[in-house]
């Protein structure tokens, strides 16, 4: 009976880790040929996804893509970080990377004076206008692309310098409320909106992702070029460096925003009457003067025939 319950238990651990084995071989198979299916289903809609495409997209595009890669790699490093700054301080219009700001500067150099020397063309025009017109397309090629940027600059920082008495009035707000410095920017981000918002959003989240709070605040007085905000950015920096009361800080520069659009107010007022003078010398004398004075000059002129 011993040797008959040996043999038995023998017998079943052997079949034990026959089936084991046999078993973990069936899930291995299974999960390959889950990850066959898997990558077959992915491949063809990867297929049916290139079919879909267009002519331009599966040709033209990826070319247009190199030509871009060795475009950038032709571009030096400190320049395209200056114009990554500069597109950043003019909202990054149109999404633009400097490399496409680049091949639009290049495009307009290159089409501008043909279609200006074209448009002479097709008026007429001898030849010193149609090589006048083309310079003329040639310099505002140039100078266009930095216009546009100085302008987007320039509104983007007044928006700014609009919203600032606004949001620091709500930061102040919520760190008196008893919130983190980064939670009452958090609230402020999503209460406000605007130019102002968008920056201290982005600081956000490069915080989120391992930058410090320094390095992101240093950022936004980077990309606005308002002297207000660079003011009440180096008071935040220097008060986390001292340890001062941030609620204290935010109260005073609230404070002196407030005075200063007070008195950017009265300058304009009395920019005003000056602003006036030109259109009432050059477009309301001369009619009043028209009106006024035509009757007599006429009878003076009929007198003396």
């Given at each position: 009976m011993i040797y008959f319950t040996f043999f038995l238990m023998v017998t079943l651990t052997i079949y034990g880790l026959i089936i084991m084995k046999s078993e973990k071989k069936q899930r291995v198979e299974k999960r390959i040929s889950i990850l066959k299916i898997d990558n077959s289903g992915e491949n063809d809609s990867i297929n049916k996804q290139e079919q879909q495409k267009s002519l331009f997209q599966r040709m033209v595009f990826p070319i247009w893509k190199e030509f871009k890669k060795s475009f950038k790699r032709k571009m030096p490093g400190e320049k395209q970080a200056k114009l990554e700054l500069r597109l950043l301080q003019a909202g990054s219009p149109f999404?633009?990377?400097p490399v496409d700001y680049r091949m639009l500067q290049f495009a307009l150099i290159l089409l501008l004076p043909f279609l200006s020397a074209g448009y002479a063309h097709l008026l007429q025009m001898n030849g010193s206008v149609v090589i006048l017109f083309g310079l003329v397309g040639l310099a505002g090629?140039?100078?266009l692309p930095t216009f546009y940027l100085k302008q987007k600059v320039k509104v983007r920082n007044v928006s700014a310098l609009k919203e600032l008495p606004?949001?620091?009035?709500?930061?102040?707000?919520s760190l008196e409320a008893g919130?983190?410095?980064d939670s009452a920017i958090s609230k402020v981000v999503s209460k406000k909106e605007g130019v102002l918002s968008a920056e201290f959003h982005r600081c956000l989240e490069e915080i989120r992702l391992g930058k410090t709070r320094r390095e992101a605040l240093a950022g936004i007085r980077d990309r606005l070029i308002v002297d207000e905000i660079r003011t009440l950015i180096s008071s935040i920096l220097q008060a986390e460096k001292l340890g001062i009361g941030m609620v204290q800080v935010l109260r005073v520069q609230s404070n002196e925003v407030r005075d200063?659009?007070?008195?950017?107010a009265e300058e304009e007022a009395m920019k005003a009457?000056?602003?006036?003078?030109?259109p009432l010398v050059l477009f309301i004398f001369p009619s009043l003067f028209i009106v006024l004075l035509g009757p007599a000059i006429i009878q003076f002129l009929q007198t003396f025939k």
């Open positions: 999404g633009m990377t090629a140039f100078v606004d949001i620091l009035d709500l930061l102040t707000v919130l983190g410095f200063q659009r007070k008195q950017r009457p000056i602003k006036m003078l030109f």
